[in-house]
Nanobody, 119 residues
Framework: VQLQASGGGLVQPGGSLRLSCAAS????????LGWFRQAPGKEREFVAT????????RYDNSVKGRFTISRDNAKNTAYLQMNSLEPEDTGVYYC?????????????WGQGTQVTVSS
């Protein structure tokens, strides 16, 4: 499975961005996909996850109500709609995928896309 993350950029506080994560290769084996982020000098942290077939979602409290994770099965692509962005949302955003819906360990990772929230 190969993952390609895109859609990052520079946005002002309060703005929006939509990230995409396109899966290729054995994309049919993906059972769960997650978005994570890493701010400078900090560890990678969980943002949101979606169970691929059921569409069940889960969010970190820091983004709940502002971010929405979704997927398009036909396009093998997941999205992260980010609204009301804050400077604290700045970081490199990664998508990860696993073939085990119960696993907290992700087997495949995209290359990351930079999100910068600044005025």
């Amino acid at each position: 499975v190969q993952l390609q993350a895109s859609g990052g950029g520079l946005v002002q506080p309060g703005g929006s961005l939509r990230l995409s994560c396109a899966a290729s290769g054995r994309a049919f084996s993906i059972k769960k996909l997650g978005w994570f982020r890493q701010a400078p000098g900090k560890e990678r942290e969980f943002v949101a996850t979606i169970v691929w077939n059921a569409g069940t979602t889960r969010y970190d409290n820091s983004v709940k109500g502002r971010f929405t994770i979704s997927r398009d099965n036909a396009k093998n692509t997941a999205y992260l709609q980010m609204n009301s962005l804050e400077p604290e949302d700045t970081g490199v955003y990664y998508c990860g995928a696993t073939g085990d819906v119960w696993s907290q360990s992700y087997d495949y990772w995209g290359q990351g896309t930079q999100v910068t929230v600044s005025s």
